[in-house]
């Protein structure tokens, strides 16, 4: 799942090198932090964080199938 993220927001930057995707195991289940350049922010969250929307729904499936709960934070 981190590289499914990874592979979606290197995808979207301008600076691919600055992406960063860290898991977090919290006590909920897994949490995954996507780290991104000042600069490509708005392009990952995008109008109404409509682009942060889509990749949570994208990144549920495969957790849903490994019967996991797995959150994303942009930070």
Do not use: F
């Not at 995008?46 to 934070?73: C, D, F, H, I, Y």
């Amino acid at each position: 799942m981190k590289d499914l993220i990874e592979y979606i927001a290197e995808n979207l930057v301008d600076d691919p090198d600055k992406v960063r995707v860290r898991e977090v195991r919290t006590s909920q289940g897994m949490m995954l932090e996507l780290r991104v350049a000042r600069d490509d922010m708005g392009r990952v969250i995008g109008t109404s964080g409509r682009v942060a929307n889509a990749m949570r729904a994208v990144l549920r499936v495969p957790a849903n199938r490994q019967g996991k709960q797995v959150t994303l934070e942009i930070v």
